[in-house]
């Protein structure tokens, strides 16, 4: 419960950002888009509007929020090179620190295998993640023809 509260929090805050995700998960797509692109990029977001302190830090988790769900949202509508633009130029380089660092890391192993890229599948699916989720990555990677001792050896040499 704490989890769930800690991860809902800043949306109380800016009320839209929970109608982008619910659209979302809704299937209506095009009302999220519009939701978070404005999260991110309008000119009357809070934090363009020159907030600070606590206010400030919600409503960039928001912001890091909604550039994350605009990837999966594409890899939803099965647009893995558009995903993979979100996930990882404008995610992951910009929220290397980001909560959602693993989950970007799963999708762009997903969108290389859409594009027929597997090298580039291993390499996403075999960064390194504290989570739960590493395991499931490593298991993709080796379907994928990773082979963990050879790995281990040539980085050693």
């Known amino acids: 419960q704490a989890q769930l509260q800690q991860l809902l929090s800043g949306y109380a805050y800016y009320p ?12 209506k797509f095009d009302d999220a888009i519009r939701v978070y692109m404005e999260t991110r990029l309008g000119p009357d977001t809070p934090v363009q509007l020159g907030m600070s302190g606590k206010t400030k830090e919600v409503y960039q988790r928001l912001r890091e929020d ?5 990837g999966v949202l594409k890899f939803e509508q099965r647009e893995p090179e558009v ?13 290397s620190e ?36 590493e395991l499931g990555n490593l298991l993709r990677a080796r379907r994928l023809g990773w082979q ?9 040499q």
């Open 66 to 70: 909604s550039t994350y769900f605009l």
């Open 16 to 27: 839209p950002a929970f109608e982008a995700r619910s659209a979302q998960l809704r299937g």
């Open 83 to 95: 995903a993979a633009r979100w996930l990882g130029k404008q995610y992951l380089e910009h929220y």
């Open 98 to 133: 980001g909560r959602w660092v693993a989950g970007a890391h799963y999708l762009l192993g997903r969108c290389a295998e859409a594009q027929e890229k597997p090298e580039e599948a291993i390499a996403y699916y075999t960064t390194p993640d504290p989570t739960p989720q």
């Open 148 to 156: 963990p001792a050879a790995s281990e050896q040539a980085s050693k």
